[in-house]
């Protein structure tokens, strides 16, 4: 025997229990570190002493060395590797003892899959693998030899997979992708710490910080080149080159989940002081990998976004406990518009506290659904669900005397019709605060409080921002400010100039 194959010959084995397992391979060429070539009922435990040089044994023939190194990354800096496709096994060199002893530790208690393939793992007897120079590993005992240049896919995943931090491109982003919802799919991998939106070359771009280097790796095979939603929104994932992202503020553009009092800065919307809590309490929790696909994994997390066979190509909600002496297409369509673009309202002639909402696709429509589903509008607690009607039908001109059907495909008070539109970065559930925008500058606090307090409500705060042309106001309830959004959106100011008004998750 020669080459690898000849190296483990000639390995003491330090007590009698590696002697008596060692006999029961001989007669199997090549090497062995204690493992056995048989079935896994014949296997025998040995207990080598902690090595900075790991045995991985039942390796898929398939499996590249980058792979295989992305396992001890996480643990630490990985400095060699060994692999024999023939025995399926490799061995890994970590940089220190101490990394090694947590690998296996970790392992030990967490089973090991790859490839879907059951994975082992344990110490060597060997302490280190030596290289030679050549393309041809070196005979040493004890220490081990392994080839000595790694491929080029190697030396990117030593280089860069040891950050915890993912650069993330959004392209088609036809579909809101905020913090919360960048949150949500890539906490399927692991514990979110900190993220931050930006857009750069006019993309829409993402540093997110994993509180481990694992789950960071984990994340990127799943989710890259992944569509959010429906045909659009695809995710571009490599890795950063920092390892640590410093957040300033919490609001719409960064989240700091490790610190939940951070102050929301100037002009920006806060997260507010609950929600933040609450994430912080659950991202205390170390995040299990999810064996689910990546697809899977993406309409897990996104709960707005439609399964497959679920909703299909339907955009239509049923809406209903309605208070039916109040509402009005116009009101659901007002409503349902924070959300997505109404194109039609119908209220059933036979059941007025009963409607037909028809969004522009499926996505739009679990959105509103997941948003509006048992909030208060008009002094009744409404439900929403998904409509077996995959259109809602206008009525022959002249039988619709009452007004309950409106078509809204053509309106120019559509929030989303514009593909990137700032709109989709600022979609938020009912709540007590109001963001107002495209306010005159003649327009004093005194006019919009008067305002708000017109249409039935107690105006509790209010907060301009410093250009004027924004502001805050907060209700007393949810339910007062759902009835001002519906309302005073689209309000007229004089001028030709249109009050916008949507929930915000801030708190003044």
Known sequence: MDGISDVAVGVKRGSDELSSYSKTI??????????????????????????????????????SDAELISLGLPFGKVTNILTLKGKNQAFLEMGTEEAAITMVNYYNSVPLFVRNMPVFIQYSNHKELKTDGSNQPTRAVPALSTVPSLGSDVQEVLAAGTSPVLRIIIDNLFYPVTLDVLQQIFSKFGTVMKIITFTKNNQFQALLQYSEPAHAQQAKRALDCQNIYNSCCTLHIDFSKLVNLNVKYNNDKSRDYTRPELPAGDGQHSLDPTVAAALSKDNSLLGALNPLSAAAAVAAAAGRVAHAGQAGSNGVLLVSNLNEEMVTPQSLFTLFGVYGDVQRVKILYNKKDSALVQMSDCNQAQLAMSHLNEQKMYGNVIRVTLSKHQTVALPRDGLDMQGLTKDYTNSSLHRFKKPGSKNFQNIFPPSATLHLSNIPQNVTEDDLELLFTNTGGTVKAFKFFQDRKMALIQMSTVEEATQALIDLHNYSMGGNQHLRVSFSTSTI
Request: net charge positive; no cysteine.
């Open 26 to 63: 001989s007669g199997t060429n090549g090497m062995s570190d204690g493992a056995s070539t048989g079935s896994d009922s014949k296997k025998l435990k040995v207990d080598a002493a902690p090595s900075r040089v790991l045995h991985i044994r039942k390796v898929p023939s398939e499996v």
